[in-house]
């Protein structure tokens, strides 16, 4: 059993064709008594451990236990065929920030689909920056959350395809959303609050204006009394247009807050900014506007038609968008959230 795994291991990093039967029980001997690896025999969990690897390998291990349930002898492939030693590492780093992050919110890992688990950790092994690698902890720590239940397997491999410079942008777009958002959310609830007595003092003074004015009607006639009733109904219309434009103002702000966040132009190179867009994560845009421009038309007494030309300028803007599926992973790749 111990020489079947180390085999396992071995074929990741020397060609396993390389060895005759006599070299290959040579390699195994070797490989046995140093300290490389040292098998420890534990029933019904996985059963690698090493003195070189990271002292994080038993928490790691613990970890997985707890994520996969009752399937341990399927999970032992995840960490014991055919990977690397490079992506090994990974998986133990990556495991141990996301029990880190457990740790500290209390989350209580529940087990997950090793349909889901297994191209998670698959994927995430391949990442080597640290920043990265939080992404991922954050993303496997979410999942785990019985509170939170996202079982989306899509994630994993869109994650896989990014880049920290994609990533950062789109998060940095997410939190600008979220902070205007926020923003106007809280400036529409002051509104709403505001408004009723707002409307019914506007609707108050229209009435006051029409009751003064029909005062106005019933004197006699005279320049004093037109000029009255001309202020009297000026001042009506304004406060009519202010009525109106009381009532739009929630309108605006509810657009205003369902507005797309735009992707700034120029942060990342045009094949990046297509990688988004093949992801699904940014949409492009182009919106087409017309513009007149003003002419001036000569007039000739003695002509009985004025022809001219008439110039309109079109034009278009193009822009990039931040697409739901790219807040739905930010926030689940990241701590400070609610999903």
Request: with cysteine; proline share 5%.
């Amino acid at each position: 059993l111990v020489q079947l795994r180390i085999r396992s291991w071995l074929r990741t990093i020397y060609p396993y064709s390389l060895y005759e039967p006599c070299q290959r029980a040579e390699v195994v001997t070797k490989l046995c008594l140093s300290s490389c690896f040292e098998p420890v025999y534990m029933e019904g969990k996985i059963d690698i451990s090493s003195t070189t690897i990271d002292k994080g390998l038993d928490v790691a291990k613990e970890f997985l236990q707890k994520l996969i349930g009752p399937s341990l002898e399927e999970a032992g492939l995840l960490l014991k065929e055919s990977i690397a030693l490079w992506r090994f590492r990974n998986q133990v780093s990556i495991l141990e920030k996301a029990n880190e992050i457990c740790r500290r919110k209390g989350i209580n890992p529940s087990p997950v689909s090793l349909k889901l688990l297994c191209p998670l950790m698959d994927a995430a092994s391949l990442e080597e920056d640290p920043d990265m690698q939080s992404k991922w902890a954050a993303l496997l720590s979410n999942m785990v959350d019985s509170e939170k239940n996202i079982q989306n397997h899509v994630f994993p491999y869109i994650l896989g395809q990014l880049s920290l410079a994609e990533f950062a942008l789109l998060e940095a777009c997410i939190r600008e959303k979220r902070k205007r958002v926020r923003s106007l959310s809280q400036e529409l609830e002051l509104f709403n609050e505001s408004f009723p007595a707002a409307e019914q003092e506007l609707i108050q003074k229209m009435a006051d204006y029409d009751q003064r004015i029909g005062e106005q009607k019933e004197l006699p006639h005279d320049f004093q009394r037109m000029k009255t009733i001309s202020d009297l109904s000026a001042a009506r219309r304004k406060a009519r247009f202010e009525l109106m434009s009381l009532k739009n103002k929630a309108r605006q702000l509810e657009f205003r807050i369902a507005d797309p966040q735009v992707i700034p132009d120029g942060v990342l190179r045009d094949f990046k900014m297509s990688n988004l867009t093949r992801l699904g994560l940014a949409k492009f845009l182009r919106e087409t506007f017309a513009e007149p421009v003003q002419i001036d038309i000569p007039i000739d007494p003695e002509d009985h038609h004025v022809s001219t030309e008439a110039d309109v300028v079109v034009a278009h803007t193009d822009t990039h968008i931040v697409t739901e599926l790219a807040e739905l992973l930010i926030v689940a790749c990241s701590e400070e959230w609610d999903v």
